[in-house]
């Protein structure tokens, strides 16, 4: 894919279809039917529907990358409720939120069979524990945070996250992201909090953050302002 707006679109209409059908119903055709597109010309771009949904969660990687950048003004500690909140609850919108997390899972199920998922989940992966990592780090370095492991205590919190959002999908149980999130500041936070430094109740930044992201991919994938974050 070389053209950037023409992936922009195909991500858009991808992004769109997965809310409605999900990963196991969707089909070229779906996505397709949301651009200008034939299903013959999708494939011009695209080997098959794995290597366009394997694209498509680069293209996630990409953006939640390019959105949470813009949260390094905020302290570390607010940098880390964002990020908390954000991978918990997600879009402010419920069906939207349950849609792609919901679709993400069933890729997520076919990884251990497809290579293609496997190394883009990997990259996701990575991406979100760098995150976590350097915002731990600053932490220190600005005296919000004791000394610590910031690589294992990532990696805790992304497994305790992901654990907590795939068990509400699962069970629908709305009440456990609370009750882990609850958890995580009692049972993981106050032993790395400075004496002194609280962490937030919630994270009035994480609506921005969630704002920008439903617009670059739901609603205006095509602003031109958002081109410069893109390329």
Same mark, same amino acid.
């Given at each position: 894919?070389?053209?950037?707006?023409?992936?922009?679109?195909?991500?858009?209409?991808?992004?769109?279809?997965?809310?409605?059908?999900?990963?196991?119903?969707?089909?070229?055709?779906?996505?397709?039917?949301?651009?200008?597109?034939?299903?013959?010309?999708?494939?011009?771009?695209?080997?098959?529907?794995?290597?366009?949904?394997?694209?498509?969660?680069?293209?996630?990687?990409?953006?939640?990358?390019?959105?949470?950048?813009?949260?390094?003004?905020?302290?570390?500690?607010?940098?880390?409720?964002?990020?908390?909140?954000?991978?918990?609850?997600?879009?402010?919108?419920?069906?939207?939120?349950?849609?792609?997390?919901?679709?993400?899972?069933?890729?997520?199920?076919?990884?251990?069979?497809?290579?293609?998922?496997?190394?883009?989940?990997? %990259?996701?992966?990575? @991406?979100? +524990?760098?995150?976590?990592? &350097?915002?731990? #780090?600053?932490? =220190?370095?600005?005296?919000? /945070?004791?000394?610590?492991?910031?690589?294992?205590?990532?990696?805790?919190?992304?497994?305790?996250?992901?654990?907590?959002?795939? %068990?509400?999908?699962? @069970?629908? +149980?709305?009440?456990?992201? &609370?009750?882990? #999130?609850?958890? =995580?500041?009692?049972?993981? /936070?106050?032993?790395?909090?400075?004496?002194?430094?609280?962490?937030?109740?919630?994270?009035?930044?994480?609506?921005?953050?969630? %704002?920008?992201?439903?617009?670059?991919?739901?609603?205006?994938?095509?602003?031109?302002?958002?081109?410069?974050?893109?390329?």
């Amino acid at each position: 894919m070389t053209d950037p707006d023409v992936r922009d679109a195909i991500m858009k209409a991808t992004y769109e279809a997965v809310c409605e059908y999900g990963y196991t119903d969707l089909t070229a055709q779906d996505i397709a039917d949301r651009t200008d597109k034939s299903k013959s010309l999708l494939f011009y771009h695209y080997d098959s529907k794995e290597d366009l949904v394997a694209d498509f969660v680069d293209y996630l990687v990409e953006w939640f990358g390019d959105r949470f950048e813009e949260t390094e003004e905020l302290p570390p500690t607010q940098r880390l409720a964002t990020f908390v909140d954000w991978f918990l609850y997600g879009s402010t919108d419920a069906d939207e939120r349950q849609s792609i997390h919901t679709a993400m899972l069933e890729i997520r199920t076919q990884a251990p069979h497809n290579e293609q998922y496997r190394e883009q989940l990997r %990259r996701s992966d990575d @991406l979100l +524990r760098e995150i976590l990592e &350097e915002i731990l #780090r600053d932490g =220190i370095e600005a005296g919000e /945070f004791e000394d610590h492991d910031p690589e294992e205590t990532a990696a805790l919190l992304i497994a305790t996250l992901d654990g907590a959002r795939i %068990r509400q999908l699962t @069970l629908e +149980r709305d009440d456990y992201v &609370e009750q882990v #999130r609850s958890a =995580i500041v009692s049972r993981i /936070f106050a032993d790395i909090l400075a004496d002194g430094v609280s962490f937030p109740a919630d994270s009035p930044a994480v609506d921005e953050l969630d %704002r920008s992201a439903n617009t670059s991919i739901s609603d205006a994938i095509d602003d031109p302002s958002d081109e410069a974050s893109r390329q």
